[in-house]
């Protein structure tokens, strides 16, 4: 079936609003993740969901950032007042069961704050 | 806290093989990885060896690992110009550590 799919691809904000990112993972797998990639580095975990719960959280950076997953598929990172330093390309991934196994990458959606 | 170190760049004429070296901190990891990024895309997962092994072969790629110094590599055979790209390291479960990945650049 398809991958795991994010949306937008890019967004442009100014600082101080708030902005959502949205990931769709891979039909069935119910582990899903969201990292963080700043330019010329690697992905750095903010949350890992196993069904509708996060697993662990322990990756977002402040309590401005939050994430939901509310049926165990789709998930939403929420950005609130949102800071030039924020701006990253935003990774979803997916596994079948979470844990150990294997996790497929999104495409990324690049958030700009201006 | 965990942590995974490459080196930056490397460089290599078409049809040679490039080795590219990675070590980690996190012994607990049952799977360490390889992911391949180009400029612009999300993360393609190349390869992956399961902790109690010492190598994985997969057609071009074979992958090496080292427990004891914690250190992995991976080692791609007749090296394209389309295996151009940064390439990842990551060790964990569920929370991936990435290191800062490995600009690997194939000259004709």
């Known amino acids: 079936g398809a991958g795991v799919s994010q949306t937008p691809s890019n967004k442009v904000t100014e600082k101080g609003k708030y902005v959502e990112l949205r990931c769709d993972p891979i039909?069935?797998?119910?582990?899903l993740y969201w990292y963080r990639q700043s330019l010329g580095q690697g992905p750095e975990f903010l949350i890992y969901?196993?069904?509708?719960?996060?697993?662990?959280d322990s990756g977002l950076p402040n309590d401005r950032f939050f994430a939901v997953r509310p049926e165990g598929s789709v998930s939403t990172l929420k950005i609130q007042r949102t800071e030039r330093g924020d701006s990253a390309v935003y990774l979803c991934?997916?596994?079948?069961?979470?844990?150990?196994?294997?996790?497929?990458f999104g495409p990324g959606t690049r958030l700009l704050v201006l | 806290g965990e942590d995974v170190e490459q080196s930056l760049f490397l460089s290599v004429r078409e049809g040679d093989s490039s080795v590219i070296n990675c070590t980690y901190t996190?012994?607990?990891?049952?799977?360490l990885y390889w992911y391949k990024q180009e400029p612009g895309a999300g993360l393609q997962l190349l390869t992956y060896?399961?902790?109690?092994?010492d190598m994985k072969q997969d057609q071009r790629l074979t992958v090496l690992l080292n427990k004891k110094d914690k250190h992995l590599s991976l080692r791609i055979a007749d090296t394209q110009t389309g295996d151009s790209a940064i390439y990842f390291c990551?060790?964990?479960?569920?929370?991936?550590?990435f290191g800062q990945g490995t600009e690997l650049s194939v000259k004709p």
């Open positions: 039909s069935g797998h119910t582990a």
């Open positions: 990551a060790s964990g479960g569920g929370k991936l550590i």
């Open positions: 969901f196993q069904g509708t719960g996060a697993a662990d």
């Open positions: 991934a997916s596994s079948l069961s979470g844990s150990e196994e294997t996790q497929y």
């Open positions: 060896i399961f902790s109690n092994m």
């Open positions: 996190d012994s607990s990891s049952t799977y």
